[in-house]
């Protein structure tokens, strides 16, 4: 034991290269670039170190294009002898640059014991760890049993359909026998699941008129006005009573949640350019986007019948009140049990490590777990990794080194005990 984490510590520089490495191909999504060239990297090590490598790009997946292709790796090394297989999955697309950066977004600096960049925490950090702790169990332990698998996947950003749920498909996690995704969730935190979320577009619909007239139209923005009035006396004081016992971080996730994304009503806004002034009009349509994050306790059906039961008591109070919802996007909550084979291997392999017990938690938004559990019908998955939460998608995007050390010693002791002899 003592060996593997001796071994992690001793491939630190290696750890770092590797990391960099990633972070200089800036796979940036949307629109997903250079995601070829970031899975042939993946693959060209592990394939160099005896892997089985398969290049998969999720033909006919949403955001598939020849332009804008969907790859992904899948990387597998096989044991000495029959055993179970350890997957870990990390996303190799990264989020916007955005403004605010002191540093190269792409350049993977290092300075004050960090490695800097877009990505070096959501998750090019996480999946350097994962290959060296990989790297680093199976070049101690030749005569392991099982497989270990890694997978570079696309996607993940923007609804992970062209990576994970495309590979879920495929059957690719019917053999998997425990998933690490290593997510930034704190070295020392295993994170379970997440919520559920479902969005929607709300319309309202009015009768165009002319502006100095409206009496002779009807208003869509004013039914707008009344539904997000309703919210805000039955709705969110509802949501913000109704706790979870998941144990969601942040605390203030804790319960059910409604953003309200935007509204949009009446004439469009016009270019910066335009110097003209807006044309009389009574607005016939209003548009809401909710995105409504729900609870294990919670089912979908009784979620959306609430907010159409809303609409209801309006338009009984309402006359000419006109509405309708549209479905946009929906998944459901997930929670790996406490006791699953994954968690509780982890969980020792932390306190190995760090000296203490990990903590659950369960993420505020959806990742790719979603995939895994409800397409590949594979409950034993966790997300742990090294990296701060909330530096994820920020200006000046870091990873801690002894963070992602420490980690892959998590890891690779996780391997040890799954499949070590
Ligand atoms: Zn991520």
């Avoid at 999720?58 to 350890?86: Q, Y």
């Avoid at 979870?244 to 949640?257: F, H, I, K, L, N």
């Avoid at 369960?362 to 966790?382: A, E, F, M, W």
Wanted: net charge negative; with cysteine.
């Amino acid at each position: 034991m003592d060996r593997l984490l001796t071994e992690i510590t001793a491939r630190e520089g290696e750890l770092i290269a590797l990391t960099q490495e990633l972070i200089r191909i800036p796979t940036l999504n949307p629109p997903g670039l250079h995601y070829r060239e970031v899975c042939e990297m993946v693959g060209g090590r592990l394939g160099a170190r005896g892997w089985n490598v398969q290049m998969v790009r999720a033909e006919g997946a949403r955001g598939d294009s020849d332009v804008h292709p969907r790859w992904n790796v899948v990387c597998r090394l096989e044991g000495a002898a029959p055993g179970e297989t350890v997957h870990f999955n990390g996303h190799h697309d990264v989020v916007a640059v955005g403004e605010g950066w002191t540093r190269d977004p792409f350049g993977g600096e290092v300075a004050d014991g960090r490695v800097y960049g877009r990505g070096a925490c959501d998750m090019k950090g996480g999946i350097a760890t994962s290959i060296i702790a990989a790297e680093t169990f199976a070049d101690l332990n030749p005569d392991f049993r099982g497989a270990i698998e890694i997978s570079a996947t696309a996607d993940e950003e923007s609804g992970g359909y062209g990576g994970v749920a495309y590979l879920a498909e495929k059957g690719r996690f019917a053999h998997v026998d425990h998933v690490i995704i290593p997510e930034p969730l704190n070295k020392d935190r295993i994170c379970l699941g997440h919520r559920g979320v479902w969005w929607a577009e709300i319309e309202t619909k009015g009768r165009i008129a002319h502006g100095s007239m409206p009496f002779l139209g009807d208003c869509a923005v004013r039914h707008m006005g009344a539904v997000i009035e309703e919210m805000e006396h039955t709705l969110f004081p509802l949501l913000a009573g109704r706790r979870t016992d998941m144990p969601v971080v942040p605390e203030g996730a804790r319960q059910s949640t409604l953003n309200l994304n935007s509204v949009h009503g009446g004439e469009p806004v016009q270019d910066a350019d335009y110097t003209g002034l807006p044309s009389a009009c009574v607005p016939d349509r209003c548009v809401l986007t909710i995105d409504r994050r729900f609870l294990i306790e919670e089912d979908i059906a009784q979620v959306k019948r609430e907010v159409t039961e809303m609409m209801e008591r309006i338009r009984a109070e309402r006359p000419e009140f006109r509405y309708e919802i549209r479905d946009l996007f929906e998944v459901l909550p997930t929670m790996t049990p406490e006791d699953a084979p994954v968690v509780r291997v982890v969980q020792e392999a932390v306190h190995e490590v760090m000296g203490k017990s990990a903590e659950f938690v369960v993420s505020p938004g959806t990742y790719d777990q979603k995939h895994i559990d409800r397409i590949g019908r594979l409950r034993n998955c966790i997300a742990y990794g090294p990296g701060v939460l909330d530096l994820a998608h920020q200006p000046d995007e870091w990873i801690g080194i002894a963070d992602m050390v420490d980690a892959g010693g998590v890891m690779a002791l996780a391997l040890q005990r799954l499949l070590g002899r």
